[in-house]
């Protein structure tokens, strides 16, 4: 398992090459990469603080209860802060199961949970300033389910 909260870009080829392979017990391996998205068309950067130490502890937190939920052989997380512009890719998930299903339900629950759970203090830059990125109903909806 790999947890990374990290400035740096990262490869996600590399990233991905090894991930999974080689081993007798994975059937599946699905990957999600976040980018970041610029809705107003005005968003020059996205500016993620998070508390090193508490932010990766959550985060493995997080990935634990997937791991004993689907049995998943393996799980990579890599989240990125500092500032970032659009279009820089902001995260990384990848899950190993011995089935598709696992590993794809592993993968989303990942992405919801991090997205509202993991914690991350998220400022958008544009031409009139900054402003803080306040947590979204929808993304808490998205809890429900799992």
């Known amino acids: 398992m790999k947890v990374s909260v990290q ?34 068309g005005a968003m020059e950067a996205l500016e993620l603080e998070h508390y090193p130490g508490m932010t990766e502890r959550a985060i493995a937190g997080i990935v634990d209860q997937a791991v004993e939920r689907w049995s998943l052989s393996d799980v990579t997380v890599i989240h990125r802060h500092g500032r970032l512009g659009v279009g820089e ?38 031409p009139e300033g900054t402003s803080w990125v306040a947590a979204k109903d929808e993304d808490e909806d998205a809890l429900k389910r799992w």
Not at 98 to 108: G, K, S
């Open 7 to 40: 400035a740096e870009p990262f490869d996600l080829g590399a990233e991905l090459a090894d991930f999974g392979t080689g081993r007798a017990d994975v059937g599946a391996v699905v990957s999600f990469t976040g980018i970041v998205r610029d809705d107003t």
């Open 89 to 126: 890719q902001i995260m990384m998930v990848a899950t190993a199961a011995r089935h598709r299903v696992a590993a794809f339900e592993a993968a989303e629950f990942l992405m919801d949970y991090l997205k509202s759970r993991a914690p991350f203090w998220k400022k958008e830059h544009g």
